[in-house]
């Protein structure tokens, strides 16, 4: 888990498409990542 204020790690996720992206692609623009811990859940 990251502690707020951290960097988070290079990772790489595919989009709607399947084009891949990389969080270093975005290198020196703002980039908003979310997460919600139950998709696809009655919770």
Do not use: C, R
């Not at 989009?15 to 997460?35: C, E, N």
Request: proline share 9%; charged share 30%; glycine share 10%.
């Amino acid at each position: 888990m990251l502690e707020a204020g951290k960097k988070a790690p290079d990772f790489e996720l595919p989009d709607q498409d399947g084009v891949m992206h990389k969080l270093s692609d975005y290198a020196g623009k703002k980039v908003i990542l979310y997460f919600y811990p139950k998709d696809n859940t009655p919770g």
